[in-house]
């Protein structure tokens, strides 16, 4: 008779009825040697998979409870595991010591894992029941959601359902080479910074990275970015100690992957070594796991293992199954049921009988429903700030700490290394540096004192950047520490995510922000959800530097100049800075570096390209753009906190305030210094940070005149005046306030972008109509 649908009773049942079959059948008597392997040269002995049928039943069982729990109202999770359970042997195959990103169907590797630490050091049952049940006790996510993480088990949790912690687990794998080829100087670098509290991972030199998803995830363009980075990367000679696990159950919720396009999508990848095994047989997938394995280890390339697995009880609690599915498909899955072909396993082979396994069943289940009871009635997350605390954790002190040793260090044990790199010739010689060579300079200084630190991204290392930001930063560091990268955004990034997991301090560099678009999620999903979803227990610290924003002449449009950070100020945690002048640019880039370090912060460092080589402010050959770059002995002195903006004051009075950011700023003073020979005094505030914004400052510079004039250069919908105002509205600012910004459009090519972007002429009569008002 066929099944309707898989529910959780009818899975349940099945199971008991099938056991209770073959309890009456004729069955071989029990061996006694658990060392025996369950079938030919499989590997797999009987104490394995006894172990591994526990972690499967377990997985299953919470399944079920989270089920029940979810009909009782008391949980909230139920995208469970069942028909995946193979990947027990994936873990089995591994070690604990090599850090995972799992799929949310490896609930069965989860449990093995545990089980290979000493008892009760894991407790995986009540860990993923917590998950379900949004548990402020759960102990990775503390229940912001339930995930799959433990820094006991090292899995890394992550919350995507569309591979989009792939491209984090190939710059995981290059973290772990890195490490092993060059462990000394992170060391070093941790060594020489005593307030960094953060010890490196705990992965040995032999261990490597990996990753599991499901097949409809193998479509993404993440999923696509990440294995088309680790083929290039194979195939340039650079090493990826990383398994990518493919969880195949032939459905993406209710859309089938055509038949055979997984496998034939996987196979041709270049530099990917491909292994196939059935998924639901536990000794079939433990021996092609193991050798998948032990191949990746040994060369520390990439290699792909394909499980062909079957989904039980549809996609989550609330999937219609009979809507896609016919009942002879479901009920071809449920026999195919894994926890069924490893109980035949160990009965066939004589390693337990029908009724022991049976029983085996009933008392996992008994232990995952007496944990459910409990923990169900467990404490939940009970206020906003219980919510946000490990979203993105500030200890300013502290990084205002590691600013000045740095500085410390670069006048004193690194002097000579320090000379070296800037040719004997140290920046603070030089004269005024524009704002791009301030960067440059800034940049060699930070790689001097953090020889934990990297910058990489398109273009960076022998061409030195479009603009020549990064020029000769590689001649003086060498490619192991700046290097160029393929042409895709997502994988610079995720290259990012997972050094700064393995314990380096990225500095990646995205060429044009109009570029960033394609890769946002990797910062939205993956940078600034990583302390918020593992308590602080797992960080991502990273510095990306993006060229962006308008006025660039002779060369644009839109994918040159582009002016939208909307998307960057809606990331929970993560810090914006805009700096406009050169001698902010070095110090805020050093803050954002330190921060980094200290409390993990993720940052985008966004860089005018209009004011690169701008070196006059009023006049022509004024240098009134330029500034002296600050010598190491003065960081500390001049350190500008996340947050806190620039003022400038101009004539005898203080008649209106002027709040603005980027190429704002040098109009404004302008504009500001035209004002004042006209009698006017005037006070223009250079935001610096756009994420968080200087809120104290935005309100007593305000309050100060009465009159402000936000001076946005970006889209009037969305811009960072709408922040700004609001910010003053909430204060309960009583003054008078204007805005410009520029026109809801996308740049067009050449003088045509100046009839929408905000001009200096229209920032005068703005300023001239509120003083008249």
Not at 263 to 279: E, N
Not at 746 to 755: E, I, K, R, S, V
Request: hydrophobic share 45%; glycine share 10%.
């Amino acid at each position: 008779m066929l099944c309707s649908v898989s529910t959780s009773h009818d899975l349940d049942e099945r199971f008991r009825g099938a056991l209770t079959a073959w309890s009456t059948q004729p069955t071989t008597t029990p061996a006694a040697d658990p060392h025996a392997t369950v079938r030919g040269d499989s590997g797999l002995t009987a104490a394995q998979a006894r172990e591994l049928f526990d972690a499967q039943v377990t997985s299953r069982h919470l399944d079920l409870a989270a089920r029940r729990l979810r009909a009782d109202g008391a949980g909230f999770y139920t995208i469970g595991s069942a028909g995946h359970e193979g990947n027990a042997a994936v873990a089995a195959a591994l070690r604990p010591t090599d850090p995972a990103l799992l799929h949310y169907r490896s609930g069965a590797f989860y449990c093995a894992r545990a089980g290979q630490l000493p008892e009760g050091k894991v407790d995986p049952i009540r860990d993923v029941l917590r998950g379900i049940v949004a548990s402020a006790a759960e102990p990775i996510a503390g229940g912001r959601h339930k995930v799959f993480g433990s820094t006991e088990l090292n899995i890394i949790p992550t919350t995507s359902t569309i591979a989009s912690h792939l491209p984090r687990a190939v710059g995981l794998a290059f973290a772990i080479e890195r490490a092993r080829q060059g462990g000394d100087a992170l060391r070093a670098g941790r060594h020489a910074a005593p307030e960094l509290d953060t010890p490196l991972p705990p992965w040995p030199r032999d261990a490597i990275a990996v990753c599991s998803f499901g097949d409809a995830s193998v479509n993404h363009a993440s999923a696509t970015a990440a294995f088309n980075t680790a083929g290039w990367s194979d195939f340039t000679g650079l090493r990826l100690p990383l398994l990518f696990v493919c969880e195949d159950n032939g459905l993406g919720i209710s859309v089938r992957s055509p038949a055979g396009w997984v496998g034939a999508a996987l196979k041709a990848r270049p530099g990917l070594r491909y292994h196939h095994a059935d998924g639901c047989d536990l000794a079939q997938t433990y021996a092609v796991a193991r050798s998948a394995v032990a191949w990746v280890r040994r060369h520390r390339r990439p290699a792909v293992l394909h499980l062909r697995t079957v989904r039980l009880m549809g996609h989550a609690g609330a999937d219609a199954e009979l809507a896609y599915r016919a009942p002879a498909e479901i009920e071809h899955d449920l026999a195919l049921d894994p926890l069924l072909r490893t109980a035949r396993l160990l009965i066939d082979s004589g390693q337990a009988t029908a009724l022991e396994l049976l029983s085996r069943y009933d008392e996992i289940g008994w232990r995952v429903q007496h944990a459910a009871a409990q923990v169900r009635e467990e404490p939940k997350l009970a206020s906003a700030a219980e919510v946000v605390a490990p979203l993105a954790p500030r200890r300013p002190l502290r990084v205002a700490r590691s600013v000045t040793r740095a500085g410390e260090r670069a006048a004193g044990a690194l002097l000579a290394a320090r000379a070296d790199a800037f040719g004997g010739t140290p920046p603070e010689r030089g004269g005024g540096q524009t704002l791009a060579q301030s960067i440059n300079a800034t940049l060699t200084d930070l790689l001097v004192t953090h020889p934990q630190a990297l910058v990489f991204g398109e273009d960076v290392a022998r061409k030195g950047g479009v603009y020549g930001v990064t020029k000769g930063l590689r001649d003086r560091f060498g490619p192991a520490r700046v290097f160029d990268t393929l042409l895709d955004e997502t994988s610079i990034l995720g290259l990012g995510l997972g050094a700064g997991l393995g314990g380096m301090l990225p500095i990646p560099e995205i060429q044009y922000l109009a570029y960033l678009h394609n890769a946002e999620d990797q910062l939205r999903g993956e940078a600034a959800s990583m302390r918020f979803f593992s308590q602080g227990a797992y960080r991502n610290p990273m510095v990306v530097r993006i060229a962006g924003l308008a006025y660039q002449k002779g060369f644009g449009g839109h994918f040159h100049n582009d002016h939208s950070v909307a998307v960057l100020r809606d990331i929970p945690g993560l810090v914006v800075a805009a700096p406009a002048r050169p001698d902010d640019a070095a110090a805020m880039l050093r803050t954002c570096v330190a921060a980094a370090e200290v409390d993990g912060t993720v940052s985008v460092f966004l860089e005018p390209i209009a004011l690169y080589h701008t070196r006059d402010l009023h006049h022509d050959g004024d240098g009134g753009w330029a500034a002296p770059y600050v010598p190491p002995a003065r960081w500390g002195d001049t350190h500008v906190p996340v947050g806190r903006a620039r003022g400038y004051s101009f004539g005898p009075t203080d008649e209106l305030t002027i709040i603005t950011f980027g190429n704002g700023v040098r109009m404004s003073l302008r504009v500001a210094a035209r004002l004042a020979e006209a009698g006017h005094g005037c006070r223009v505030v250079d935001l610096r940070w756009l994420a968080p914004l200087p809120v104290a400052d935005i309100v007593r510079e305000a309050a100060a005149t009465g009159r402000v004039l936000v001076v946005d250069e970006t889209r009037r919908t969305g811009g960072v005046a709408e922040g700004v105002l609001a910010t003053l509205v909430d204060a309960g600012y009583v003054g008078l306030a204007r805005r410009i910004a520029a026109v809801d459009t996308f740049l067009p090519l050449g003088p045509a972008a100046d009839h929408v972007l905000v001009g200096e002429d229209a920032i005068e009569r703005a300023a001239r109509a509120l003083l008249a008002a």
